[in-house]
């Protein structure tokens, strides 16, 4: 007896392909960015921690401005070190076991930083967070080196990069409230253990475009279409010294270099120059050093945005639409630059929200480059050695500020940091000039839709 119409068994085939459709998710490489910036505000949040309750963490642990500068710098030394060599596991292990394996590690040392009983032994802690912390920079941009055609890279940099202000937007309050209502083991403790939940999150959920069961071929396909290849000599795509002996990466690594100082000092040292300088307290602190992270986040965004308006209306090139917004939030660092010359805290904490948005700006279109000019495959290498670059000059400037904060006051430091952001964009011009991305032939029309 032949089965009826609504007994009829389909094909295999028809079967599988029907599963496969129902399991896709569209946009996906959207969602891939978004767990990134959930991963990189876990991240930031554990480390901001520190510069929220500097304060209150000097009068309870006896330290004087010098020794929270030690401090600051033993987690910058763990973190510069750590740079290229996390940019080189990820490439070499990969994105899923290399960055959930860090961020179970960065939430362990988060968690006992409660145990500190001194500068020295919260000093080596930091170091040790410095170590595991490194990842995030490097694997976000072989996310995006991944995931994402040319066209929308700087976009997706935008939103992953959102969170590194974000998460630092989130500790004032946050680490406030735990510190005041249960100690200040507490927010250690809150702040780190939110990493493993991260960790278990990705490494459950995180495949490359070619191996991801959720992708759908068209997306998979516009990807490929869409990034532009970039020519390579044949051996070893992780050789180090192939990566490090280019012009385009001295580029860069400058770049973030000049750049870096800002961040730290607003990551590090707001709440600790608002206690001193402007003597607010700590609640009044929570209420208002969130804001210039704030205005952080809509600068990554916008800047991510820029370069693909500046690319369609003004015609500019791939590399040169990034650099041309890198110069213009080079300019708006004069901002805060000021910031010694205004009497109010108020005015002072909006010029800090300027910084904070060109800053944000800066660094989402530098790191951008770094997917821009290198393979895939070495994306995490260059970000790493370029963030190693970074941190250097985070680490010179924040012990900087110990030496001198107390003597000459915050005002002078803060107008340097305008003056580093336009000597790094004008050797960015200077050592882009004459590199390229060469666009790659498309694939047929109806294929290169993307979701």
Known sequence: MRPTACERVEPAGVREKKETDLKTIVGLRWWIIALVCLGTIMNYLSRNALGVMAPQLKTLLHMSTQQYSYVVGAFQVGYTLMQPICGFIVDLIGLRIGFALFAALWSITGCLHGLAGGWLS????????????????????????????????SVAVGYFNAGTSLGSLLAPPLVIFLSLRYGWQSAFAVTGALGF????????????????KRISANERAAIVSGQSPIAA??????????????????????????????????????????????????????????????AADLGGLFGGYLSPFLMKRLRLPL??????????????????ACIGLVRSPYEAIALFCVGGFAHQMISALVNTLAADVFESSEVGTASGFAGMAAWIGGLGFSLLVGQLADSIGYGPLFGALGAFDIIGATLLVVLMRGVTRAPRSRAPKPDARIA
């Open 233 to 294: 000599p044949a051996g070893d795509d992780r050789r180090i010294r192939r990566v490090i002996g280019t012009r385009r990466f001295w580029a860069i690594a400058q770049a973030r270099f000049f750049a870096e100082p800002a961040w730290q000092t607003f990551s590090f040292w707001i709440p600790l120059y608002l206690a001193t300088e402007r003597h607010m307290d700590l609640k009044a602190i929570a209420l208002f050093a969130w804001l210039p992270f704030l």
């Open 197 to 212: 939940v991260w960790a278990a999150i990705w490494f459950a959920f995180y495949r490359s475009p070619g191996d991801h």
């Open 319 to 336: 590399v040169w639409s990034r650099v041309a917004g890198v110069i213009l939030g080079a300019l708006m660092m004069i901002g805060p």
């Open 122 to 153: 919260l000093a080596g802690l930091r170091g040790l967070m410095g170590l595991t912390e490194a990842v995030a920079i490097p694997a976000g941009m072989k996310v995006v080196a991944e995931w994402f055609p040319d066209r929308e890279k």
